[in-house]
């Protein structure tokens, strides 16, 4: 898992600014849940909650941060359906390709 600075790093270099708040956002359960967290929001759902909050480039942002620590943006779909931890969910996604690997 990236860390806050290196998420702010991505943004700045591929987007122009850090983003900070929106790696904060995207994290904020860490502490409660660990590796889990990235259920609640990492997923094409909270690149749109990202979206409605601060907008298109923030999305973008969400997206590079979840890319960075995941590989891959899934469905929320994909993560709520899913029976398995969510790592072997993402594996299945990866597997099955319902992915989308590359942000705009």
């Known amino acids: 898992m990236a860390s806050i600075t290196e998420h702010c790093a991505d943004c700045r270099r591929e987007l122009g600014e850090d983003f900070r708040h929106v790696h904060e956002w995207m994290d904020a359960f860490y502490k409660t849940l660990g590796r889990k967290h990235r259920s609640v929001r990492h997923h094409s759902g909270g690149v749109e ?50 992915i989308r690997q590359e942000h705009p």
């Open 49 to 98: 909650q990202v979206r409605k909050l601060w907008g298109d480039r923030a999305a973008q942002a969400a997206e590079i941060h979840i890319l960075k620590d995941c590989g891959v943006v899934p469905s929320e779909q994909d993560v709520k359906m899913a029976t398995l931890s969510w790592a072997k969910a993402v594996k299945k996604i990866k597997d099955t390709g319902r």
